[in-house]
């Protein structure tokens, strides 16, 4: 999770690999890069499925706060008799 929040916070961060990376992808889209604003979530793919990290941006750039958004995932299943 530490790097996907990283890779999350650095695709807000004008002129980074990771804000080029959304950027082209979502022009191919057709969706305009300013859509990223300084508040902003983005959905990633990893091994065990999908996880929206993102992060909050102040006014000067700086960094306020990152998130990440998870779903729990069944770890168990099993019936109870009584």
Known sequence: MTVGLCLGVACGIEGTNAWEVVRESRQRRDIHA???????????????????VGAKIGADGE???ASVVRTGRRLMKGHVWW
């Open 34 to 52: 300013t859509d990223i604003g300084r508040d902003y979530l983005i959905t990633m793919k990893h091994p065990g499925g999908l996880v929206d």
């Open 63 to 65: 960094i306020i706060s």
